[in-house]
Every structure is written in structure tokens, then in C-alpha cells.
């Protein structure tokens, strides 16, 4: 099984992947049925989640909604810790998450707008290095697990920046790994020696402990926010969240 996965994570083309992964998943879902583990966002329960990552890690993948470790924990932020399920904003959510996709598009407190460049989940064809939006138009912005892929990482923060509204606010997470500096190196363009160095075929760089100070340097303000490690150990376990992740939460800088 983590074979499998991790061989259709890596070669799959991640649109083809995010078309027919809900239809893949219902077996999945029917036949893990039980009380392990509950699901935040769409509330079923499991034996246990399924393993999920080049690296498989167990219990990580809801077969229901598609929701990661990290997706469960945003949504119970999202819940416990913002206004996002009450007052009136304007979201924009880039390349977005299967497992939010449906749920926050019925909110009726939402103006919410997806985009991405390739995904067939997203309603705008963007590239964020240019959002084709003015300054001040947003009250939220998502992008989660999109920065180790761009060029220009700090261009795409001054975007962001230059969009969310002066009270503005947003999520923006990426694969922190145990190194003091971020690795990039954009001579690097053979896929394999990505994946050996940035641990994805598909990734420009590797974050290390400076990602929140590193992307101050565009202008945003990045809040780092220990929410999970303020959660009862059993929360943790039954919705199955990342016990050490840092939300990077965002806000309109200079």
C-alpha cells in the first residue's frame, strides 16, 4: 500500500491525480470504516487514515475528503482561532485543497475565489507571480504547500502583500525541514537531483528554521503560531494532526 501510493504520488501528473483520487478513494473509505480516528472536516471515522507521501507516513490520509494532518489542523484553527466561518470576507485560495474545496465555496459569509495555474480544481488560471487582482482586494489568502515550488518566493509574498487589505490576513504553509537556512539553487533543473536535494521532483528549494524570517524580507508580516502544541493530547491523536507544526500565519507588512 505505501508502495503504491508513493509511486503514484511521484509519477502521476498531480491534475490527473486530483480528478480521479475522490473516485479512487471511495473503496478506501468504505473499507476502513471504524473508530480510530475522526476526521474534522467532514466528520467521518475510520479504523485509521490511510498513509500518505513520497515517504509514506501512516495514518495521514482522510479517504473521504482527501484531508492531511495539516489540513485537519488548519481547519480546527480556522474554527477555534478566526472569524472565518462568520463575518463577511473575500477570500482567495491558490492551488486549492480537495478537502476545502466544496465546504468553503457553500459558505455563504464567502466571497471565495480559487486559483492556480494548472489545478482543475481552481476557477482562475493564475500564475501568483503576477495576481491579476488589485491592490486591496482581499480579506484572506490561502496557499499552502505552493512556495518550494515557484521561482520567485518573495515575488509571490509581494503579491500577496500587495493584495490582501490593510486588516487583511492568511495561511501560508510549506514543508519546513531541521536545516538553519533555506537550501535553493536555481541552476538545479534535473528532476532527480531536485527530489535528492529539495526532496521533490518538482521543488526549487528546501526550507529550513528561517522560512517565517525569510519571507518578511518581501514585506508581509509572518506571524508564527504554536496552535497544535495547545490542543488536549487526545484531540491530537483522534483527528490525527501534526503534533509539531507551525501555522505561519500572515499579514498585510509595508
Not at 526550507?207 to 524570517?213: F, I, N, Q
Request: glycine share 4%; net charge neutral.
Amino acid at each position: 500500500m505505501k508502495k503504491t501510493i508513493s509511486f503514484v504520488i511521484r509519477y502521476v501528473p498531480r491534475p490527473l491525480l486530483q480528478r480521479v483520487s475522490p473516485v479512487a478513494m471511495r473503496f478506501f473509505a468504505w473499507k476502513n470504516k471504524g473508530e480510530g480516528v475522526e476526521c474534522p472536516i467532514c466528520n467521518s471515522q475510520f479504523k485509521k487514515f490511510l498513509p500518505y507521501g513520497r515517504k509514506a507516513r501512516e495514518n495521514a490520509l482522510c479517504p473521504n475528503c482527501l484531508s492531511l494532518e495539516r489540513h485537519r489542523l488548519m481547519w480546527l484553527f480556522l474554527q477555534k482561532e478566526t472569524i472565518f466561518f462568520t463575518d463577511k470576507l473575500r477570500v482567495l485560495h491558490v492551488a486549492p485543497e480537495h478537502c476545502f474545496l466544496k465546504l468553503f465555496d457553500a459558505l455563504p459569509n464567502l466571497d471565495y475565489i480559487t486559483a492556480d495555474l494548472e489545478s482543475p480544481l481552481a476557477k482562475v488560471k493564475m500564475d501568483v507571480h503576477d495576481i491579476p487582482f488589485p491592490e486591496n482586494s482581499f480579506d484572506v489568502i490561502f496557499c499552502n504547500h505552493v512556495l518550494e515550488h515557484v521561482e520567485d518566493d518573495l515575488r509571490v509574498c509581494e503579491e500577496f502583500n500587495r493584495v490582501l487589505k490593510p486588516t487583511g490576513w492568511g495561511i501560508i504553509q510549506s514543508p519546513i525541514y531541521e536545516l538553519e537556512k533555506t537550501l535553493e539553487d536555481p541552476t538545479i533543473t534535473d528532476p532527480a537531483e531536485r527530489e535528492h536535494l529539495f526532496g521533490q521532483r518538482d521543488h526549487v528549494r528546501k526550507y529550513g528554521k528561517d522560512y517565517a524570517e525569510r519571507l518578511r524580507k518581501s514585506g508581509l508580516g509572518i506571524e508564527e503560531n504554536h496552535f497544535v502544541e495547545n490542543l488536549p493530547k487526545e484531540l491530537v491523536q483522534k483527528y490525527a494532526l501534526p503534533p509539531k507544526e507551525i501555522i505561519f500565519l500572515c499579514r498585510k507588512g509595508s
